[in-house]
């Protein structure tokens, strides 16, 4: 008996994990009791060392002065003050006139404001919510069809998880331990290529199925010039203006060699700036040579451009460190709100309330995974899961391949905190061993667990959209016919060729790895970096100099390393939890 | 039994109001880190007690909240099985799991956090950092953060076996305070003349 135990104390210490969290108690407190029990039971059996307790202390102060985690409130904070300043009602109604006249363009509006809206406030409750409640009845009164009307703004809420500055990034890059701006700067060619395919999916109904999402009617443009024209003349016109001198701008007077990534953002904000002051000039003139239509989209496009610039553009320019980032966004957000008066003290304490609170339980499940690592760790619990996975056949891509296969099935069970948290952390190092660039890997998991957000039925962003999504019978206000409810199926089914589109997008990320590794041309963001490893020292270099016990015995020094390393990526993934019950509503039935 | 329970609603009250005064830290952080590397680029002047201020802050946020955030039952749950399990029986897995896993797991932690806080008192540490903060009062939190978590523990505890001896009701059910999801749907609607749904 004794002997089975020591033998097979990592396994058992895994099956003990998953039925004790089965058992619905709250996860962060659970992972703990199982690595205090087995650490006390290995112990007994003299495989650990009496003093593996002793580290705990240590483990909990590594989590306090992480200044990556700190990225964690900020950005929860700036989500939750910019989701209520109207944002994106703006966004949606003006995106929605503007490509109204197409066949399909409201589907095209949710899927280009959802991809806006990831950009700013990385919450998928938010955009699910506002699409659901602004842009369906209007889809609805139009004749789309239903399962294709909800499974897009589903889908396109679930964008915030991939497009940065997504908290899902940060923990993953937390666990891996890469930096976030590098997770970032490998994101960002998949967040794109996933939006277009999304687009490209709404062309393909539009083209074969016309009648599931048709053109709005003259009727319901109410952006209009007053000789009845659209006005769409002048807005492209301006948009020409202001990409040709974009380009030129990148051309002239940048230096050639400057990375990529910085030329896109500083060329961005020229042309922005062009067409912004073209308008305001126009505007203040008097001059009427642009539409209606086109100064609302100006005016309201540039505020929230100016926000993405001031979090990713600044952390691709390589100004400020992903933390500061989120310091400056939610400094932006509160500016915004109360420049809209939708700032006010109910929602300013609110905000700090909903973040404190996601705070505490991201950060609780992180400590609670360092507390089961050090005695997973020290029954060699990591050995065993990489002897399990790279016996694999296949090398890398069979790896690949079942991790993926892996991730998604549990998906349908877990939400991404609970998957990057326990998941990720165990094929970090295996996925190294294997040469896999963890920047990649980390990519790619997060495409993946993107899904757990639109799986039926217990996907958040189709409960969400069920919560805001007529149940009963109406009469519409525009109209006065009767329209059906939304049914459930039809949500749950509106989903599944989206989560067809992600397993795709999984596919395709495996296949062109280059659209993740561009980060590595990326000399800038080297400055954050350093400036995130002189906090950690900060941190912990008092913590091992000042604390006078031995940590660990020399033989374990290795492991401990790689605990850390290991419960460091679980942190990170916590953090990426908060995104999934998003701002804090109780998190729907699993 | 009845004096349990006041004791409980008075740690109840306890947590609510550090909770609420806390969460202001969020706000500080923010402030803070987004002035500090303004400054940094600005005036290329930057300062190491204005860093670890910012971590200091996060830190209590996450250790002071985390028996606020019990007593709003917030921590991450999978509840696949046990959300189709009865009230009765939702109530014996938190009795259970406050016992065996919660209790053992914040005593513990106070228990070998403390002499470090001690040493780090007595020898008057400092950040290495040129300019850096004291370190024992971050030391010191560590014990705080888990005292409160072990007594909002203790709390749920008393209001989960007077819930199955009938004397209150499900205290799981009780805070109904609305979720910021729901604040923003109200919102909308409100803004576009219709009823809640």
């Known amino acids: ?590 | 039994m009845k004096s349990l329970l006041a004791l409980s609603g008075w740690m109840d009250r306890v947590s609510e109001r550090i909770g609420h005064t806390i969460y202001w830290l969020v706000l500080a952080a923010v402030l803070i880190s987004c002035i500090n590397a303004v400054v940094r680029k600005a005036f290329n002047w930057s300062s190491n007690s204005l860093l670890e201020i910012q971590w200091y802050l996060f830190s209590a946020i996450f250790l002071f909240c985390a028996g606020y955030t019990l007593l709003k039952n917030q921590h991450v749950r999978i509840d696949v099985i046990s959300g189709r399990l009865s009230k009765r029986t939702q109530a014996w897995i938190d009795i259970f799991g406050t016992l065996f896993f919660l209790l053992p797991m914040a005593i513990l932690i106070m228990y070998l956090s403390w002499p470090v806080f001690v040493q780090a008192y007595e020898r008057h540490e400092v950040s290495t950092n040129a300019g850096g903060l004291i370190i024992w009062p971050a030391r010191l939190m560590v014990p705080i953060g888990f005292l409160l978590l072990a007594a909002q523990g203790i709390s749920e505890l008393v209001k989960r076996v007077a819930f199955l001896q009938g004397l209150i009701p499900d205290p799981g059910e009780k805070q109904h305070e609305k979720s910021a999801e729901e604040l923003l749907a109200e919102e909308i609607l409100k803004a576009r003349g219709e009823a809640t749904p």
């Open chain 1, 1 to 590: 008996m004794t002997a089975f135990l020591i033998h097979n104390m990592a396994p058992l210490m895994f099956c003990g994990l998953i039925v004790v969290m089965l058992l619905g108690y709250p996860v962060a407190f659970a992972l703990a009791a199982v690595g205090i029990a087995f650490g006390l039971l290995g112990i007994e059996l003299g495989l650990l060392q009496a003093t593996l307790f002793q580290a705990l202390p240590e483990r909990v102060w590594g989590v306090m002065s992480n200044d990556t985690l700190l990225a964690i409130p900020f950005f929860t904070f700036m989500g939750l003050i910019l989701e209520r300043s109207g944002m994106a009602e703006d966004l949606l109604e003006t995106i929605g006139q503007l490509f109204g006249a197409v066949r399909g363009g409201l589907a095209y509006a949710v899927i280009f404001v959802g991809a806006l809206l990831a950009a700013t406030t990385g919450v998928v409750a938010a955009s699910v919510i506002s699409m659901g409640l602004i842009s369906l009845p209007i889809m609805m009164r139009y004749g789309y069809d239903r399962r294709f009307a909800s499974g897009v703004i589903a889908a396109s809420g679930t964008l915030a998880q991939i497009i940065p500055p997504s908290l899902v990034l940060i923990i993953m890059a937390d666990q891996l331990g890469k930096s976030v701006g590098d997770m970032y700067a490998g994101a960002f060619i998949p967040g794109f290529v996933l939006t277009a395919l999304y687009a490209a999916y709404t062309l393909g109904i539009c083209t074969f199925k016309p009648s599931w999402a048709p053109a709005l009617p003259a009727e319901a443009r109410t952006l209009k010039e007053p000789d009845g024209s659209s006005g769409s003349r002048s807005l492209i016109v301006l948009v020409v203006i202001s990409a040709i001198s974009a380009v030129a701008f990148a051309k002239l007077y940048y230096p050639p060699d400057a990375p990529l990534d910085e030329l896109i953002v500083v060329a961005t904000c020229v042309g922005t700036a062009v067409a912004f002051f073209a308008a305001l000039i126009l505007k203040v003139l008097k001059l009427r040579l642009l539409s209606n239509l086109g100064e609302r989209v100006v005016f309201v496009l540039i505020p929230v451009l100016g926000l993405i610039f001031l979090v990713l553009g600044t952390i691709f320019l390589g100004v400020a460190t992903p933390t500061e980032g989120g310091a400056m966004g939610a400094t932006g957000a509160l500016i915004m709100a109360f420049t809209r008066r939708r700032l006010s003290l109910s929602l300013l304490k609110q905000a700090m309330d909903t973040t404190a609170k996601l705070t505490a339980f991201v950060v609780f499940i992180l400590v609670g995974a360092r507390v089961f690592s050090l005695t997973f760790y020290g029954v060699n619990g990591h050995v065993w899961v990489e002897d399990l996975l790279t016996g694999l056949p296949g090398g890398q891509l069979g790896f690949l391949i079942v991790v993926n296969v892996l991730v998604f099935f549990l998906a349908f069970f877990l939400d991404f905190f609970e998957l990057s948290f326990i998941v990720i952390p165990l094929l970090g190092p295996v996925a190294e061993k294997l040469g896999i660039d963890l920047i990649w890997f980390g990519v790619l998991l997060g495409v993946n667990m993107q899904t757990s957000f639109m799986h039926p039925p217990f996907g958040f962003a189709l409960f969400y959209l069920r919560s805001v999504a007529p149940t009963r019978e109406y009469r519409d206000k525009i109209t006065g016919k009767m329209m059906a409810p939304i049914t459930t199926m039809q949500i749950y089914w509106g989903a599944v060729p989206f989560v067809i589109i992600q397993v795709l997008m999984v596919g395709i990320v495996i296949l062109f790895p280059q659209m993740v590794m561009v980060y590595k041309s990326d000399a800038s963001t080297v400055d954050p970096s350093k400036i995130q490893i002189n906090v950690e020292q900060q941190g912990e270099a008092p913590a091992a100099g000042t604390d006078g016990r031995p940590p660990a015995p020399p033989t374990e020094d290795q492991q401990q390393e790689k605990a850390d390393d290991a419960a460091q990526s679980l942190q990170d993934a916590f953090k990426a939890a908060p995104v999934a019950p998003g701002a804090g509503g109780a998190p729907p039935p699993k």
